[in-house]
């Protein structure tokens, strides 16, 4: 309280912003002289009196006085020049008078008192000093250039728009530029063809595997684009360009998608460029019509035949990780012979068009396929192979019953076919007790399918699952069905497939069901697959946030809360970054009024700092509202209550008050927030003391001071599960590729090399 007392004493009666007092009130010159040395005496003993409070203050360098609070002067110019006070000329003098000149239009006073303040201080600074703990947004050449933009001289506004801009950027300058370089485009009549839009990320026609597409790409104008849309949906632009990039997500659905984008320049010339787009989820599908195994030169060795066959067209086929020349196309059929090694087992992979692919492995039994005639102890061979070991049946030997026993393993069911069914015959000539040779013994095919696929129960967290079929029959696969719906396949001996199953929320059932071309039916036991949402990608698991009012400089309240709920339904679109704690504008304004902070500290990340710790939020968003005749202008910071910092700063700026617009610019200030503080994952790729480091820096978004929640990637069969780490991480140094965070819980004896981040 006695500092807080102190520092307001002393301000007020140091701050060199206060008028002097007109001649003949209160004492003159001597008075004048006596307060003067007053004010010194009281600033040199100040360091000594806040020594020992030194570390109870906060210091944040950010602008918090605003010319508006500076001085009001009268409405006319000679009232300005007769009662602003510039004291001793500092550069913030020069330039809150030169706003001053500005607001009434007086373009020339105002003019002149920028140069000057220029000349005093160079560059525009959100954040410049001017005394003790004051700082200022100093725009001078930013404000110059608006002067000289309604004065007509373009070329000039361009240039100090553009210094302002390579210091400090901000909206109000990206605004008047645009303004600017529209003049001079009108009048010199110079455009003369509308834009060219180029998409870099892909071509027409494509196929592509992902439902989400990222667009990239430049629409190119010498008049400069200064607004784009993409599937109808307007893009946040604020300064047109001649060269624009664009990098938008756009969802897709199955089969062809044709995606539309429209770019328009400053005078309103437009051009639209559509482009298709497929989207293939299907893998191919991979079958294996005939193995033949022989011994040549004493290797074994199998000539394998099979057909792979997909919508959009096959690319490529590798076999033992060895890629098999093959004639792209819809329907590819091969014959390749491959060298038998221990194990005898091969694998297969299949790759199409758009990027997916089937993958399978086949086990042998060498000795059996040698057999002559595929005759054992003259009776007929069937073989049925998983991914485990071949399992053997002898028709003479086992009864069917017997054959359900046999393939019972691992909860699979069998049916064999109607009595009614045509059964076709396995005929091989043979020998042994009986038969001649030469002779045919036909067996009547009563052993169903076998089937193995690598889905197992699992919590996953994905909206949709890939898991991989391999059916398997010797006189043919004739049918599949995933969950009593037919899967569209071809007969065959060897059926690989890969499935794509779309989740519901909670506990899913799969049910793989082979048929072969007799009727003979294989179940597989039911498998329970639940899913559940990731809590580190949920909404509660982000930073925590509160966004206190909005300071006005205007008695007028109703434009305030109207931006401020604008703005709390623009950070609810998508991507929703940050998670509100605190929503009700009222309980906010009465926490303000019990902690007696006054609508001018709203701007004050101290205000901010302690509000965010009553209500426990680990950010506080807070900013002002800037209105006169012409335009409006908003604010917008992010603080951390924890660590003082200033994480974001940003702002908007428009002439277009009417509603609609005012919830584009609430959708564009929520929007710079959003890619000032995005959401970024990463991997750790060293673990190093209390800390580690992660393979994303500042181009993917990292700042100093984020937060990081951790989490491990876990396979199961084909699934890839996420283990939440009971960890949390701060990011102290950031480089462009990598950056290093040490940990704020315990836990990082818990933290493995490749281990994910992702930010709070």
Same mark, same amino acid.
């Given at each position: 309280?006695?500092?807080?007392?102190?520092?307001?004493?002393?301000?007020?009666?140091?701050?060199?912003?206060?008028?002097?007092?007109?001649?003949?009130?209160?004492?003159?010159?001597?008075?004048?002289?006596?307060?003067?040395?007053? $004010?010194?005496?009281?600033?040199?003993?100040?360091?000594?009196?806040?020594?020992?409070?030194?570390?109870?203050?906060?210091?944040? =360098?950010?602008?918090?006085?605003?010319? =508006?609070?500076?001085?009001?002067?009268?409405?006319?110019?000679?009232?300005?020049?007769?009662?602003?006070?510039?004291?001793?000329?500092?550069?913030?003098?020069?330039?809150?008078?030169?706003?001053?000149?500005?607001?009434?239009?007086?373009?020339?006073?105002?003019?002149?008192?920028?140069?000057?303040?220029?000349?005093?201080?160079?560059?525009?600074?959100?954040?410049?000093?001017?005394?003790?703990?004051?700082?200022?947004?100093?725009?001078?050449?930013?404000?110059?250039?608006?002067?000289?933009?309604?004065?007509?001289?373009?070329?000039?506004?361009?240039?100090?728009?553009?210094?302002?801009?390579?210091?400090?950027?901000?909206?109000?300058?990206?605004?008047?530029?645009?303004?600017?370089?529209?003049?001079?485009?009108?009048?010199?009549?110079? &455009?003369?063809?509308?834009?060219?839009?180029?998409?870099?990320?892909?071509?027409?026609?494509?196929?592509?595997?992902?439902?989400?597409?990222?667009?990239?790409?430049?629409?190119? &104008?010498?008049?400069?684009?200064?607004?784009?849309?993409?599937?109808?949906?307007? #893009?946040?632009?604020?300064?047109?360009?001649?060269?624009?990039?664009?990098?938008?997500?756009?969802?897709?659905?199955?089969?062809?998608?044709?995606?539309? !984008?429209?770019?328009?320049?400053?005078?309103?010339?437009?051009?639209?460029?559509?482009?298709? #787009?497929?989207?293939?989820?299907?893998?191919?599908?991979?079958?294996?019509?005939?193995?033949?195994?022989?011994? $040549?030169?004493? =290797?074994?060795?199998?000539?394998?035949?099979?057909?792979?066959?997909?919508?959009?067209?096959?690319?490529?086929?590798?076999?033992?990780?060895?890629?098999?020349?093959?004639?792209?196309?819809?329907?590819?059929?091969?014959?390749?012979?491959?060298?038998?090694?221990?194990?005898?087992?091969?694998?297969?992979?299949?790759?199409?068009?758009?990027?997916?692919?089937?993958?399978?492995?086949?086990?042998?039994?060498?000795?059996?396929?040698?057999?002559?005639?595929?005759?054992?102890? /003259?009776?007929?061979?069937?073989?049925?192979?998983?991914?485990?070991?071949?399992?053997?049946?002898?028709?003479?030997?086992?009864?069917?019953?017997?054959?359900?026993?046999?393939?019972?393993?691992?909860?699979?069911?069998?049916? +064999?076919?109607?009595?009614?069914?045509?059964?076709?015959?396995?005929?091989?000539?043979?020998? /042994?007790?009986?038969?001649?040779?030469?002779?045919?013994?036909?067996?009547?095919?009563? !052993?169903?399918?076998?089937?193995?696929? &690598?889905?197992?129960?699992?919590?996953?967290?994905?909206?949709?699952?890939?898991?991989?079929?391999?059916?398997?029959?010797?006189?043919?696969?004739?049918?599949?069905?995933?969950?009593?719906?037919? #899967?569209?396949?071809?007969?065959?001996?060897?059926?690989?497939?890969?499935?794509?199953?779309?989740?519901?929320?909670?506990?899913?059932?799969?049910?793989?069901?082979?048929?072969?071309?007799?009727?003979?039916?294989?179940?597989?036991?039911?498998?329970? !697959?639940?899913?559940?949402?990731?809590?580190?990608?949920?909404?509660?698991?982000?930073?925590?946030?509160?966004?206190?009012?909005? $300071?006005?400089?205007?008695?007028?309240?109703?434009?305030?809360?109207?931006?401020?709920?604008?703005?709390?339904?623009?950070?609810?679109?998508?991507?929703?970054?940050?998670?509100?704690?605190?929503?009700?504008?009222?309980?906010?304004?009465?926490?303000?009024?019990?902690?007696?902070?006054?609508?001018?500290?709203?701007?004050?990340?101290?205000?901010?700092?302690?509000?965010?710790?009553?209500?426990?939020?680990?950010?506080?968003?807070?900013?002002?509202?800037?209105?006169?005749?012409?335009?409006?202008?908003?604010?917008?910071?992010?603080? &951390?209550?924890?660590?003082?910092?200033?994480?974001?700063?940003?702002?908007?700026?428009?002439?277009?008050?009417?509603?609609?617009?005012?919830?584009?610019?609430?959708?564009?200030?929520?929007?710079?927030?959003?890619?000032?503080? +995005?959401?970024?994952?990463?991997?750790?790729?060293?673990?190093?003391?209390? /800390?580690?480091?992660?393979?994303?820096?500042?181009?993917?978004?990292?700042?100093?001071?984020?937060?990081?929640?951790?989490?491990?990637?876990?396979?199961?069969?084909?699934?890839?599960?996420?283990?939440?780490?009971?960890?949390?991480?701060?990011?102290?140094?950031?480089?462009?590729?990598?950056?290093?965070?040490?940990?704020?819980?315990?836990?990082?004896?818990?933290?493995?090399?490749?281990?994910?981040?992702?930010?709070?």
């Amino acid at each position: 309280m006695i500092l807080s007392a102190l520092f307001r004493f002393i301000t007020t009666h140091s701050r060199n912003h206060v008028p002097l007092q007109k001649r003949g009130e209160g004492g003159g010159k001597k008075t004048g002289k006596k307060s003067g040395i007053l $004010r010194g005496n009281m600033i040199a003993i100040l360091p000594l009196f806040l020594l020992p409070f030194a570390g109870c203050t906060t210091t944040s =360098r950010i602008g918090t006085d605003n010319w =508006r609070d500076y001085f009001k002067p009268g409405h006319t110019k000679e009232e300005i020049a007769r009662d602003f006070n510039l004291y001793r000329g500092k550069w913030w003098n020069y330039y809150v008078r030169g706003r001053w000149f500005a607001e009434g239009g007086f373009y020339d006073e105002a003019a002149q008192d920028f140069r000057k303040a220029i000349s005093l201080r160079s560059q525009d600074q959100r954040s410049a000093r001017s005394y003790g703990m004051h700082f200022w947004e100093y725009f001078a050449h930013r404000e110059l250039g608006v002067i000289y933009y309604h004065q007509g001289k373009y070329e000039d506004a361009k240039k100090e728009l553009e210094m302002s801009r390579s210091t400090a950027d901000s909206a109000r300058a990206k605004y008047y530029l645009n303004k600017s370089n529209e003049a001079m485009i009108k009048m010199t009549k110079m &455009d003369i063809k509308p834009p060219e839009i180029r998409i870099t990320s892909h071509t027409n026609g494509q196929v592509v595997n992902t439902p989400a597409a990222h667009i990239r790409g430049v629409a190119t &104008d010498d008049a400069y684009v200064n607004g784009m849309s993409i599937q109808g949906r307007r #893009l946040f632009i604020e300064l047109a360009e001649r060269n624009l990039s664009f990098d938008e997500t756009v969802s897709l659905q199955r089969g062809e998608n044709v995606i539309s !984008i429209e770019a328009t320049d400053l005078s309103d010339k437009s051009a639209r460029q559509d482009m298709k #787009l497929m989207l293939d989820l299907r893998p191919p599908v991979l079958y294996l019509d005939d193995i033949r195994i022989q011994k $040549r030169d004493g =290797r074994n060795s199998a000539i394998v035949t099979g057909t792979i066959t997909d919508d959009h067209g096959v690319q490529r086929l590798s076999i033992n990780d060895t890629e098999i020349p093959i004639t792209p196309g819809k329907e590819v059929k091969f014959q390749h012979e491959i060298v038998l090694t221990d194990g005898h087992t091969f694998s297969l992979r299949a790759v199409d068009v758009a990027g997916n692919e089937t993958r399978g492995e086949e086990s042998l039994d060498v000795k059996a396929s040698l057999w002559r005639g595929g005759i054992w102890d /003259g009776h007929t061979r069937h073989t049925h192979r998983t991914k485990g070991a071949p399992v053997m049946v002898a028709a003479g030997k086992l009864d069917r019953a017997g054959v359900r026993r046999l393939l019972a393993a691992g909860g699979t069911t069998t049916q +064999p076919s109607p009595a009614g069914a045509s059964h076709g015959g396995t005929e091989n000539p043979g020998k /042994g007790s009986g038969a001649a040779s030469g002779s045919h013994e036909t067996a009547r095919d009563t !052993i169903p399918p076998v089937i193995y696929t &690598d889905l197992k129960s699992a919590i996953v967290h994905d909206t949709n699952i890939f898991f991989g079929i391999h059916a398997h029959d010797d006189n043919g696969i004739a049918r599949l069905f995933v969950n009593q719906q037919p #899967l569209d396949i071809r007969p065959a001996k060897h059926v690989f497939f890969n499935h794509l199953l779309t989740l519901n929320e909670g506990e899913n059932t799969v049910v793989v069901k082979a048929v072969d071309r007799e009727g003979n039916e294989t179940e597989l036991a039911p498998v329970k !697959i639940t899913r559940k949402a990731f809590y580190l990608l949920e909404t509660e698991a982000r930073y925590t946030v509160a966004l206190l009012p909005f $300071r006005t400089f205007e008695e007028d309240q109703a434009l305030t809360e109207t931006l401020y709920s604008l703005l709390l339904r623009a950070f609810d679109e998508e991507p929703k970054r940050f998670n509100f704690v605190e929503r009700d504008l009222t309980k906010l304004e009465e926490i303000l009024r019990e902690q007696k902070i006054a609508n001018t500290e709203l701007t004050s990340p101290d205000a901010a700092i302690k509000v965010g710790k009553i209500r426990a939020a680990e950010g506080m968003l807070f900013g002002a509202v800037e209105e006169d005749s012409r335009g409006i202008n908003v604010t917008l910071r992010l603080v &951390d209550t924890e660590t003082t910092q200033v994480l974001v700063n940003v702002d908007v700026y428009d002439e277009d008050k009417s509603a609609q617009n005012l919830a584009w610019l609430m959708h564009g200030l929520s929007l710079k927030v959003k890619r000032q503080y +995005p959401m970024v994952q990463g991997g750790v790729i060293r673990i190093a003391g209390n /800390g580690f480091h992660v393979d994303a820096g500042a181009t993917s978004g990292m700042l100093v001071g984020m937060k990081l929640l951790m989490f491990r990637e876990v396979p199961v069969g084909n699934l890839v599960l996420k283990e939440p780490l009971d960890s949390v991480a701060r990011i102290v140094q950031v480089q462009p590729d990598t950056s290093f965070a040490r940990i704020s819980t315990k836990g990082i004896k818990t933290i493995k090399k490749e281990d994910l981040v992702i930010t709070k």
